[in-house]
Each structure stands twice: as C-alpha cells, then as structure tokens.
C-alpha cells in the first residue's frame, strides 16, 4: 500500500473552532431552546449552534441539553439498545501512538495475532455467549494487510457454532488505500470504522510520531477512501483527552459535513471513547485534556443533538455508573461482556493484561448487562436485519423514515432478544426479558403488526431461529 495524500485538503477550519469555542458570551436561554428544537426537529446542527450548546456553563441550561438529547433519543429512536462484542484479532503495531498498549516501542506489550484456529475459537466462545454482531479490532501491520482482514472476517462468518453464528461484523483498523476498503468491502462488512484521535492537527503531529498513521491527511482522508470504495457504512470518532473536547466535538461535526457534502449522506456511527490506562503506558495514566464525568455528559448529549441521525457508541471503557447514566442521552450500541487481550475469550491467562490494548471499565457479562437493561425498561436488540436484507445505511432510514422504527427495529428487536433469551441467558434474565417482551409487544400500536410479532415469537419459542422483518 503507497501511502499518498497527494490532492487531499485538510476540512478541519482550525482557526475558525478555536474562534467559535472561546465565544464564552452569554447565550440567551431562548436561544438555546431554539437550537434544541431544530434539533428535535429532525435537523443537523451547524457548527455555531453546536458550539453555543458546547459553551452553555449555566447548570439549567446544561439540564435542559441533556433533557433534549433524552427526548430525541425516546422519540425517534425509543428504548433499543443494540449491543455487540469487540473481538481483538492482533495487536502488532508499526505506529507509536503514545497512548497505546500496542505501540511500538511499548516493551511490554506481548504481541500476538490469533491463528485460524485460535480465531473460530474466539468466535465459538463469542457465539455461545450470544453474540451476533462483533467489531473487529487490528493493530497497524503489513501483516494485517485487507486480504488478512477479509479472510478473518470470512472466517467468523464461516464459524456456525451450537446455537448460532455471528451475523455481523463490523471492522475497526487502520486506514487502507481504495483497493485495500474493496478487498474487505468484498467479503461483506457492515461498518469501517477509524477514529481520527484528535482533530487538532498540531497535537495530531506530536502524539503520532511514528509509522504511517503520523499522517494526519492520510487517516483524515481515510473514510473518503472508503465510500470511494463503496464501504457505505462509516463510523467517525475521537479519543477524548488528547485535546479540548470542545474542539474535537467540533471536529467530529466538520468531518460529518464534509462526508455529507462530498458524498450525500453522513456517518453511520460516531463513537467518543476516552483515554484510559494502559499496560507499561505512562501517558494514558494523565491524558494532558482529561475529561471529567460531567463535561463527558454534556458532551455526549451534545452530539446527540447535533447529528441526529447518526448511530451512538458507548464503549465498555467506561465505568458501570457512566455507562448507565450516558444511556439516556442517545446511546444507540453498547458492548458487553467484552475482553480486550487478543485471545481472550478462549483461553484467559496470567498474560492477558500484556495483549491488551488499554483497561475496561465494565467487565459484567453479557448476561449480567442484558439482565440490568431488561429492569431498566431497555430492549436489548441483536438485530442486524437491515444490513442482510441490503437495507444499508438502516441508521438513517430510521431516522429518516417515518414509521421505520416501528414497522422493523422495535419488533426485530424483540425478535433477537428472544431468540437470546431461549438460547443464552440465565434463568433470572430470562424471567425478566419475557415479562420485558410481553409488554413491549402489548404496546405495540398498530394491530396486524403486534398480531405478527406475537406469532413470530410464538414460532420462535417452539424452536424456529433467525426470524426478522
Ligand atoms: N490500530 C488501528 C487504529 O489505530 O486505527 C485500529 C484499532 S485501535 C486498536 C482502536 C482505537 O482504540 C484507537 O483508534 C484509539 O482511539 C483507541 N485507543 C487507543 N489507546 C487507547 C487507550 N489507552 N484508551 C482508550 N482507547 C484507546
Ligand atoms: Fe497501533 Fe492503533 Fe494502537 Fe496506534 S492506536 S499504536 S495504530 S493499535
């Protein structure tokens, strides 16, 4: 792969964030309901509206984002929470992202790629748990090239284990060139996903010192590379605590624009990850822009409001507490029952925190997290229905389209939780998803639809699998 940014611009107005971030004038709170309101309207925000919500310190004001970032969520999106399973296929890396268990110059990592074998049992492991859908997560490497990454990835698919299979995966690797996206594109992956890390280019320049990812152009260029391939499904991201958040949520929002302008429609996720501590890696321990639980907050809720159509990632670095306080604020996917180390699910060891990329905050299981959803009036959904039906882009469809969310996401969702629930969990999480699904499906409005769901779950409680809309 030649590596050349030869024609690309950078689209991150620097100067024009750090202006819009350091207008602390008062904000009349009209204003700010105004800007909530178009939001809630089904609008994106621009980058001045985003940074008025960005620059609100008044704590009522602040009430009032999160309570409208709540409210889009409920009405558009309702009470899905769609989860999936990082799985860590090698941590060889080229690159010395400072931040990073895996970089190069990190003598306590202990490299490892899985082999074949140790890939379908990884993914045995995943699909007995009750997985369907996985990222899947890769160092930089000329061994990682896209024909390893596609041949991984045709693996998992290939893997039928006991009760399943994971029928989705999504990839989370280096930026590759456009022939490299159709080389993975080719075996059917749902999202590419690459963070930019930080927009800030000079901050970029001095915590990449090394290996291809120090070009900033190049990755900034990387998700273009991508739909130019015709990976239609994109996911953005930052790691927050490199630089101020403000100006990274900015970022994130310039970068959806400029997606939008060159190619029509947006990303398909947006994840917001924040640094934590990783094995032999002194710089994790005081990221020099840490972001406290509350900025965290409002800045999720930020973000919700101004894109919001795009899918939401909490991750399992974050601790129980935020996790289930952040939920309310737009989250659309989770992982759970997550392990980071490369081979983790399989064969657990002394070594593990050695392969590891950095330290998780919530280490419940699977079972444990859908159990607490299930009380918390959440429907954990499996659902990767849109996707194999060749409904791509499904995130902006149940946006976009009126009806969307209750012709296919909520009874698919009931569908896939379902089928977890007979094949899967625990008996208490059984107890508690069935009452779960019995509600939900009694709310279901429009007769013949709730008619159909119950007679699909009736088909699946007498042992029929895989049932969607
Ligand atoms: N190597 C590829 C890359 O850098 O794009 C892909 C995978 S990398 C393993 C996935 C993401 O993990 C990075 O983009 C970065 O945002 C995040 N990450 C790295 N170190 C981290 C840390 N200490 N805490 C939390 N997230 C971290
Ligand atoms: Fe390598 Fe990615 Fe870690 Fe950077 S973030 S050192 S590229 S694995």
């Not at 822009?289 to 974050?318: C, N, W």
């Not at 925190?353 to 699977?366: A, E, H, I, M, Y």
């Not at 996401?409 to 569908?415: G, S």
Request: aromatic share 10%; proline share 4%.
């Amino acid at each position: 792969m030649k590596i050349s940014v030869e024609g690309v611009k950078s689209f991150i107005p620097t100067g024009k964030i750090e202006s819009l971030i350091s207008q602390q004038s008062h904000i009349p709170e009209s204003r700010i309901r105004e800007i909530i309101a178009k939001s809630l309207d089904k609008n994106r925000l621009e980058p001045e509206e985003t940074a008025a919500l960005l620059n609100v310190t008044d704590p009522e004001l602040k009430q009032l984002i999160l309570a409208g970032a709540h409210e889009l969520k409920e009405r558009i999106y309702g009470n899905r929470i769609v989860l999936f399973a990082p799985l860590y296929v090698g941590n060889e890396c080229v690159n010395d992202c400072v931040y990073c268990g895996f970089r190069i110059s990190n003598a306590e990592c202990l490299r490892a790629t899985l082999s074949q074998e140790q890939l379908v049992r990884e993914t045995q492991s995943l699909v007995e748990a009750g997985h369907k859908r996985l990222i899947m997560v890769y160092g930089e490497h000329p061994m990682y090239s896209p024909e390893f990454i596609a041949g991984t990835v045709q693996t998992v698919y290939d893997t039928k284990y006991k009760k399943g299979e994971i029928r989705r995966v999504n990839i989370n690797a280096a930026p590759l060139d456009i022939e490299g996206f159709r080389t993975v594109k080719s075996v059917g992956i749902g999202t590419y996903q690459i963070f930019q890390e930080t927009y800030h280019e000079e901050t970029y320049g001095k915590l990449h010192p090394r290996g291809p990812k120090s070009s900033f152009l190049w990755r900034l260029d990387g998700l273009d590379r991508a739909m130019k391939a015709g990976c239609d499904d994109v996911g953005l991201g930052v790691l927050f605590g490199l630089y101020d958040w403000k100006f990274e949520v900015l970022g994130l929002l310039y970068h959806t624009i400029h997606l939008e302008e060159t190619f029509g429609v947006g990303p398909h996720t947006i994840s917001f990850p924040r640094i934590e501590p990783a094995n032999g890696t002194e710089f994790a321990d005081r990221p020099p822009h840490q972001v406290s639980d509350d900025d965290f907050k409002h800045l999720v809720a930020v973000i919700r409001l101004s894109v919001p159509y795009t899918g939401m990632i909490l991750t399992a670095r974050e601790p129980v507490a935020v996790r289930d306080e952040v939920l309310r604020y737009g989250i659309s996917q989770i992982d759970a029952g997550s392990s980071i180390g490369v081979g983790d699910y399989s064969s657990h060891d002394e070594e593990s925190r050695k392969k590891s990329q950095f330290v998780l905050g919530d280490t419940r299981s699977l079972d444990d997290v859908i159990f607490e959803l299930a009380k918390s009036g959440y429907i954990p959904s499996f659902c990767t229905s849109c996707y194999r039906a060749g409904r791509t882009g499904e995130h902006f469809m149940e946006f976009a389209i009126p009806g969307f969310v209750k012709r296919f996401c909520t009874p698919n969702a009931l569908l896939t939780f379902a089928e977890y629930l007979y094949d899967f969990s625990s008996e208490r999480t059984l107890q508690a998803g069935l009452e779960l699904i019995a509600n939900e499906t009694a709310k279901i409005g429009d007769a013949n639809m709730r008619q159909s769901v119950q007679e699909k779950l009736a088909e699946m409680k007498a042992g029929k699998r895989d049932l969607y809309y």
